[in-house]
């Protein structure tokens, strides 16, 4: 809907919990730095490249 859930900088060690209705947009910073966890599964950032490159993506959660 257009709206955004998340915003801001993260430190290490810092976990952030997001709820909305998908498909969500992504935009990471440092993405090589990141781990995301949908629905207790670990999703595999694409593009994870060298330290400091960021991350532009789509997660698309899917209920059965």
Known sequence: RGERVYYGLGTAGKHAQMRGE???A???GNASGVKIV?????FAVPAKGKP???ARF???V???
């Open 22 to 24: 998908p498909p969500f």
């Open 26 to 28: 992504v935009v990471l």
């Open 38 to 42: 949908v629905d207790g599964e670990d």
């Open 52 to 54: 400091g490159e960021y």
């Open 58 to 60: 789509s997660v698309n």
């Open 62 to 64: 899917v209920s059965d």
